[in-house]
């Protein structure tokens, strides 16, 4: 069976992304997103998470008895966030700094252990890793938008270059944090539907005659 | 004396777990929808938490640290905890039923809580615990680790019964179809944020 890339891709980015969709791993989405640069550092420590997980978990999924599954997948995931920690403390000490106690909190990130249970148990190693990559990134991205509106309205800076001196200390409070998950996650809400409703709308007309106006083709 | 006030006033309302520290807020959005479970949730958290910490901490004292495995301590906690949890079950299905009835459903959900590895990596961390209750890394034990545990927990509870409460009525108000779900759950919980927002100008 041909994998589908594409539609990996468009699920893991847009229609079931893990942030803004799902609303998975909210702990690090709202406490990291003080800054743009902690949803970098937290989302692509999360990519490679995800990514060596969905492809060992895929490996062993004919070998991983159903009943111990779930032992066995956080058992596979703690040992990758453990190398993750090492690599990073050594590496990238200021970013280990910044991440702090959500590093370890990987461990249970729902998303992590959501994909493996739904994905990686069922599919190819190939189509699993391509599931994590796109996941990772789809996560990575949200956390990073929204570290970036933070940031601008909360500290007037970004990527911790100073922008100007008005800030909204609102922003970079805790009480923000669900302020703006909230209003992201309508926002892309809207904004996905109304391109699933265009689409829609454009299949309809080019089935039919397509010099005909909407109205007329309903 | 002076220090338990501290643990208790910094763990439940200074640095509560849910709305100041963003640990456990899957189950915080997921089981607060009505007041009855939102409480079992919250008590169930408090014990597993409060038996993690003692578990973990001497674990991580005086057998990692002195064999130099701590890189180790991911795996290790997990391990603990997800045993602890399955014991408690087990035990409460053979010895009291009716508590099992009441909180049997969450415990699984308690493995990968966040808030429960959450508390055992704080504990263990001297940095953080000085920073959070300030105690220093030299005068840490057991005590003060269990009893983070204890009052964190009830931090957590505090949130999530006040989070139910909350949705309670809102289920009940006409919302906007958009921000139905988890976008009005977050908006609650700003405000429970706001809220806690004035105890850390204490």
């Known amino acids: ?218 | 004396m002076a220090q338990f006030l501290m643990i208790i006033v910094s763990a439940v309302f200074i640095n509560n777990f849910v709305v100041v520290q963003f640990l456990g807020i899957c189950p915080f959005l997921g089981v607060s929808k009505d007041f009855k479970s939102a409480l079992g949730m919250g008590l169930a958290v408090t014990f597993v938490m409060t038996l993690t910490c003692l578990i973990t901490y001497p674990i991580y004292t005086f057998l990692l640290v002195p064999l130099k495995l701590e890189f180790m301590e991911i795996i290790v906690f997990i391990f603990i905890i997800a045993s602890i949890v399955q014991m408690i079950e087990m035990v409460l299905k053979k010895f009291s039923p009716t508590l099992y009835n009441a909180m049997g459903i969450y415990l699984p959900l308690i493995t990968t809580n966040c808030a429960v590895l959450g508390a055992a990596e704080l504990v263990i961390d001297g940095g953080q615990m000085a920073s959070l209750i300030g105690i220093t890394a030299a005068q840490m034990n057991m005590g003060y680790a269990v009893l983070y545990g204890l009052f964190a927990g009830l931090g957590f509870t505090l949130a999530i019964v006040l989070m139910s409460g909350l949705r309670e009525k809102i289920a009940r108000s006409p919302i906007p179809k958009k921000l139905k779900g988890f976008p009005i759950a977050m908006l609650t919980a700003t405000f429970i944020a706001m809220a806690f927002y004035v105890f850390t100008l204490i």
Request: net charge positive.
């Open chain 1, 1 to 218: 069976m041909k994998t589908n890339f594409k539609k990996i891709a468009k699920d893991g980015i847009i229609s079931s992304n893990p942030t803004l969709k799902l609303v998975l791993g909210t702990c690090p989405t709202l406490a990291l997103t003080t800054a743009a640069m902690n949803g970098i550092g937290m989302g692509l420590a999360v990519t490679f998470v995800l990514i060596c997980s969905n492809i060992l978990i895929s490996l062993l999924r004919k070998a991983i008895p159903k009943q111990v599954r779930i032992p066995a997948f956080i058992l596979i995931i703690a040992t990758f966030v453990t190398i993750v920690r090492l690599a990073l403390d050594y590496y990238l000490p200021d970013i280990y700094e910044s991440l702090g106690l959500y590093l370890p909190l990987i461990v249970v990130n729902c998303i992590i252990l959501a994909r493996a249970e739904s994905f990686a148990s069922k599919n190819g190693v190939l189509a699993s890793a391509a599931d994590g990559l796109f996941m990772g990134i789809g996560f990575t991205l949200a956390l990073t938008t929204m570290g970036a509106v933070r940031e601008i309205l909360g500290a007037g800076a970004i990527f911790g270059y100073k922008l100007w001196d008005f800030s909204i200390g609102f922003f970079s409070s805790s009480a923000g944090a669900f302020f703006t998950y909230a209003i992201f996650i309508v926002l892309f809400a809207l904004i996905t539907d109304s391109i699933a409703e265009k689409t829609k709308l454009a299949e309809k007309n080019n089935n039919g005659d397509f010099t005909k106006p909407i109205e007329e083709a309903k």
